[in-house]
């Protein structure tokens, strides 16, 4: 399983980023996938998820700011981040979340966020 984030940056408050999950052909049917983040000296915290049928799940924190989607022929996951906040600089990190016990199972390397003030 690999998994591939891209799409960090360096934003102003207010501002909008997506971030990107390339992932391999097959993860779909297999796992429900997720972004978490992680600030330093921070637990990394679940952002949202989405499941293989397409519902979405979102930690209080982004609600109405973030979208989680995926595209099915790109092999893709992506987080729409806007009205970005500073308090929202972290490393995101996409993740394969088992089905069975609802933990990730893999995880692609961070991109970076940070939001200036």
């Known amino acids: 399983v690999q998994l591939q984030a891209s799409g960090g940056g360096l934003v102003q408050a207010g501002g909008s980023l997506r971030l990107s999950c390339a992932h391999s052909?097959?993860?779909?049917?297999?796992?429900?996938m997720g972004w978490y983040r992680q600030a330093p000296g921070k637990q990394r915290d679940l952002v949202a998820s989405i499941t293989r049928s397409g519902l979405t799940q979102y930690a209080d924190f982004v609600k109405g700011r973030f979208t989680i989607s995926r595209d099915y022929d790109k092999n893709t996951v992506y987080l729409q981040m806007n009205s970005l906040k500073p308090e929202d600089t972290a490393a995101y990190y996409c993740?394969?979340?088992?089905?069975?016990?609802?933990?990730?199972?893999?995880w692609g390397q961070g991109t970076q966020v940070t939001v200036s003030s």
């Open positions: 052909d097959g993860i779909f049917g297999l796992y429900h």
């Open positions: 993740a394969a979340i088992s089905r069975l016990t609802g933990r990730p199972d893999y």
